[in-house]
């Protein structure tokens, strides 16, 4: 099983609405989407590791009306980026009294080789 770290603390919402807590909630139930966008890229390298951030805009509907790969992402698969944006387009917040910004940033790492004995 590989890991699939999210950086919490890095979900920053860049407009009162939408808490760092509502987003942290709403990402975590497409964790699976993600998941798997980090291992079709971990199975083409093994030690795929680094960050995607990326930069959301929610409609007052609470759509994400446009995501995109922001500053700050060092993941080096392209393929992967892609797919993580676009399960983040798939997010839904509820309802806002206005259009919102969000940044969220996410660590990918394998999990470590298991110690000798295990």
């Known amino acids: 099983m590989n890991l699939?770290?999210?950086l919490l603390a890095a979900a920053v919402p860049l407009a009162?609405?939408?808490s760092q807590q509502r987003v942290e909630?709403?990402?975590a139930d497409r964790s699976a989407a993600l998941r798997g966008c980090y291992e079709e890229g971990l199975a083409r390298n093994k030690?795929?590791?680094g960050t995607i951030a990326v930069t959301m805009k929610v409609s007052e509907a609470g759509r994400v009306a446009?995501?995109?790969?922001?500053?700050g992402t060092?993941?080096?698969d392209a393929d992967v980026v892609t797919c993580v944006v676009?399960?983040?387009k798939t997010l839904e917040f509820g309802a806002q009294e206005a259009?919102?910004?969000v940044r969220y940033a996410m660590a990918f790492a394998p999990d470590p080789p298991p110690e000798a004995g295990e």
């Open 4 to 6: 699939f770290a999210l």
């Open 16 to 18: 009162s609405g939408i």
């Open 25 to 27: 909630e709403v990402v």
């Open 47 to 49: 030690d795929l590791r």
């Open 66 to 71: 446009e995501a995109k790969s922001a500053p």
């Open 74 to 76: 060092t993941l080096p």
């Open 86 to 88: 676009d399960v983040m």
């Open 99 to 101: 259009p919102q910004t």
